[in-house]
């Protein structure tokens, strides 16, 4: 049995695609012992797999007030990043709520926003900034793993690949095995958007982190505990 622990985002949807067919993965919507762990990338650290990206964009640039989900989420970290390598230093409005973000935007109250592809497609992907200024990050979201990747692999991709040939179904199936409510059409709307991928990796997030610190003449910050 290959066991997932994953977070409940779009990293988690072709896993759980996955599920229509295999009946040897076993998922787990907690941080616990598996296999194999799934989330953001700086959360992970370093990953062996990149598996989404192209998955979120600032809409419409980075301004001057700028709403994104939770302060110290994997977000908040690739935000601060940002500004650092551009130099900015705008008001940042935190919302515990990720559907309110865009919402933040669209009510004007603020010029700027951190969404995923979910929400809109107009904006600036984060990795592109990244890429302007010489930074290469190879996505959003990938896989930590500890045994069984070949396993992993085979699961991921048929999952992948199960969505490409009938959207809308493994849309509906994705939605109703999830352990909070996601709209299909959300979820379809990330996963025709954003890049599902399998790619192997020797990624270190916080190798990367340094770099860019480095670049700026900054020590990094930690980001446990980080006010």
Not at 116 to 139: A, Q
Request: aromatic letters at 10%; glycine letters at 6%; charged letters at 25%.
């Amino acid at each position: 049995m290959l066991t997932i622990s994953t977070v409940i985002g779009p990293v988690s949807y072709p896993i759980i695609a996955s599920t229509m067919k295999r009946q040897d993965v076993k998922i787990y919507f907690e941080e616990r012992e598996a296999d194999v762990y799934l989330n953001a990338i700086p959360v992970l650290g370093k990953v062996e797999y990149i598996l989404v990206s192209k998955m979120l964009l600032i809409t419409p640039k980075l301004g001057n007030k700028i709403a994104i989900w939770k302060k110290g989420s994997a977000n908040d970290l690739l935000l601060q990043l940002l500004l650092k390598l551009y130099s900015l230093n705008p008001e940042v409005v935190y919302v515990d709520n990720p559907n309110e973000v865009y919402k933040l935007y669209s009510s004007g109250e603020v010029d700027s926003a951190m969404v995923t592809v979910g929400m809109t497609s107009e904006g600036l992907y984060v990795e592109d900034l990244f890429k302007n200024k010489g930074f290469d990050l190879p996505g959003i979201c990938g896989a930590k793993v500890i045994r069984n990747g070949d396993d992993f692999e085979s699961a991921y991709r048929e999952g992948i690949d199960l969505f490409k040939e009938n959207p809308e179904e493994v849309s509906e199936y994705i939605m109703d095995n999830l352990p909070i409510m996601r709209p299909s059409t959300f979820i379809r709307k990330i996963m025709e958007t954003a890049v599902y991928e399998v790619k192997r990796t020797n990624f270190d997030f916080e190798a990367f982190k340094d770099r860019v610190f480095s670049s700026v003449n900054e020590t990094p910050f930690n980001d446990k505990g980080r006010d």
